[in-house]
């Protein structure tokens, strides 16, 4: 499926911060653009050890599939800085991230198996299939303006209860979404009340009000943060913003990835072309659809909601304003001090001088002149009110109990073994196989493995007639991935 092209693309220089900082003065747009093109080619490369690819994980080794908790001798494995939560496996984003084109989701055989708590135990490993990197800055958006939203909620709530000097309780919602309730008891009087809160009500999100996005736990709360994960992990590359300028992984290369190549990968990614749709592409003239296949899927979109499954795949949210900054402007997003304990600003990454684009577009990718002669930006998010876009995503980015037959071995991260923020299925008809682990070989198999908050919902599905569960799952199929760059027709 790779291309030689790519499967011997050169290796990249490192991404100069200050050098992108420099360019951002003179020409935003071609700073944009250069950082978009500097992504690309990172995560197309093939590493080499010589510049850092690979981790010791014994005398030796350099890779592995499997987590390795028992080699702990010095400098093995379980010794690295940060410690590793599995790999490292890969000497490429793309070579996990690769159906069915660049940058999609994985096949079954690339899955990841982790060990977070470094159990050692095989039957405590977290097994993961790759997610795709499709339309992610509109996605982190979306969770900055939900966060802020919430946050609000929770100072306004604080503020009534000590104006009042009683308790005060407040149904909090974001983007018309319900997050549960919180309530406040003043705890002084005058000044000083702060207000106590009281967070045992709350639903579907931590009690930080924070909206984690990413990963199919949702453990990230941004982009870069991600990719700096993925990039020690799964590939045993240590950003210098990871680690300093130390040897974390034991491999003798430090400075593994520069600033500006995190801020490079992070503004790639989340320029990246959005899904789309065969509905959408029939429209253009740019896929054929019978009337018959456009009927079936358009009652299928119904039938989506008649089992309540929208109640969590919500289609839209929309987006007060669309432009992706990095670093965020959004407090809880934005880092002033960096894991390795470098300050953020000094480096480069400052808040008051972000890259930035336009969510409805900047987007390089798939732009599309028809046969009219018409320029239709494919990739870019359609535009809404003043400044917004709309964001058909398919999420109410809520955290659910999927119940037991969903649950990983263990609770790794202290939010339920069997909780996950809710998966969109923008592009879930070009990315199978489905589910956290990669299990479901079909969309059916899929839905039908839905439990717990999801179990009325799965019944409706079950009890459908069976023409009326193919409607729902052709729609489902008419959720695609499409690049229509010349470039990358190949993949
Ligand atoms: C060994 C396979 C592998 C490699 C190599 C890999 N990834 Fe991934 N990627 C995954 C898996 C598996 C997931 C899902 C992980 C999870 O949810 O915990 C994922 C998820 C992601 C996500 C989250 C997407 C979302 O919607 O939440 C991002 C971003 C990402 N990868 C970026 C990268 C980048 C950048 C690189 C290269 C530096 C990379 N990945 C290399 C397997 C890989
Ligand atoms: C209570 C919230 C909830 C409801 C209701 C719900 N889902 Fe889901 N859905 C999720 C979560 C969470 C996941 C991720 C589960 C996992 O991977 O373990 C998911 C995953 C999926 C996936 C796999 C996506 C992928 O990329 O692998 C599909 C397909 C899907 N849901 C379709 C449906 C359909 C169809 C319905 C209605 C019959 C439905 N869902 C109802 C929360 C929900």
Redesign the pocket.
């Known amino acids: 499926m790779l291309s030689a092209s790519v499967a011997f693309a050169e290796i990249p220089q490192p991404v100069d911060q200050m050098e992108l900082m420099r360019r951002l003065d003179e020409d935003r747009l071609g700073c944009f653009n250069h950082a978009f093109e500097a992504g690309d080619e990172?995560?197309e490369a093939t590493y080499t050890m010589a510049r850092g690819v690979g981790a010791r994980v014994a005398e030796g080794q350099y890779f592995t599939r499997l987590p390795r908790a028992d080699l702990a001798d010095t400098g093995d494995w379980a010794q690295h800085e940060p410690q590793r939560e599995g790999?490292p496996?890969?000497h490429?984003?793309i070579?996990?991230?690769s159906s069915p084109l660049a940058n999609g989701a994985?096949p079954l055989a690339?899955?990841?198996a982790?060990d977070p708590l470094h159990s050692g135990e095989p039957g405590q490993f977290l097994e993961?299939?790759?997610?795709?990197?499709f339309g992610?800055g509109a996605?982190q958006r979306i969770a900055e303006e939900m966060t802020q939203e919430l946050k609000a909620q929770e100072a306004l709530v604080a503020e009534q209860a000590c104006a009042k000097q009683e308790p005060v309780t407040l149904a909090l919602t974001a983007k018309g979404i319900s997050f549960g309730d919180l309530t406040a008891t003043p705890d002084a009087q005058g000044e000083s009340c702060t207000g106590q809160i009281d967070y045992e009500q709350l639903y579907g999100v931590a009690d930080d009000l924070i909206i984690r996005?990413?990963?199919?736990?949702g453990?990230?709360i941004t982009?870069r943060s991600?990719?700096r994960g993925?990039?020690h992990n799964?590939?045993g590359?240590q950003a210098v913003e990871l680690v300093g300028d130390a040897d974390g992984d034991h491999d003798g290369v430090t400075g593994e990835l520069s600033i500006g190549d995190l801020t490079a990968?992070t503004l790639y990614?989340a320029a990246l072309e959005r899904p789309t749709s065969k509905l959408e592409l029939a429209d253009l003239g740019l896929t054929e659809l019978t009337d018959d296949e456009r009927a079936r899927i358009e009652r299928g979109e119904a039938r989506l909601a008649e089992a309540a499954c929208t109640s969590c795949h919500v289609p839209s949210l929309e987006l007060e304003k669309a432009v992706f900054s990095e670093p965020s402007a959004v407090p809880g997003f934005a880092e002033e001090e960096l894991p390795s304990g470098a300050d953020a600003r000094a480096l480069g990454l400052d808040p008051d001088r972000p890259l930035w684009f336009d969510l409805t577009k900047d987007q390089p990718n798939n732009r599309i002149t028809l046969a009219s002669g018409e320029e239709v930006l494919l990739g870019a998010f359609a535009p809404s009110g003043e400044q917004g876009a709309t964001v058909t995503w398919y999420s109410d980015f809520r955290r659910h109990d999927m119940g037991p037959a969903l649950a990983d071995p263990v609770d790794a991260y202290g939010m339920g073994a069997s909780v996950w923020p809710t998966r969109?299925l923008a592009g879930v008809g070009s990315t199978g196989p489905w589910l956290?682990h990669g299990h479901a070989t079909t969309l059916r198999e899929a839905i039908l493995a839905h439990g717990g908050e999801a179990e009325a919902s799965k019944a409706v599905f079950a009890a459908m007639p069976e023409e009326q569960q193919a409607e729902l799952i052709a729609f489902l199929e008419n959720l695609v991935i499409e690049n229509f760059d010349p470039e990358e027709e190949d993949h």
């Open positions: 990172i995560t790999g496996q890969a490429s984003c070579s996990c991230h994985g690339m899955n990841v982790i993961r299939n790759t997610l795709h990197l992610l996605v996005a990413f990963g199919w736990k453990t990230h982009l991600f990719a993925a990039a799964e590939m590359m990968v990614m969109s956290h």
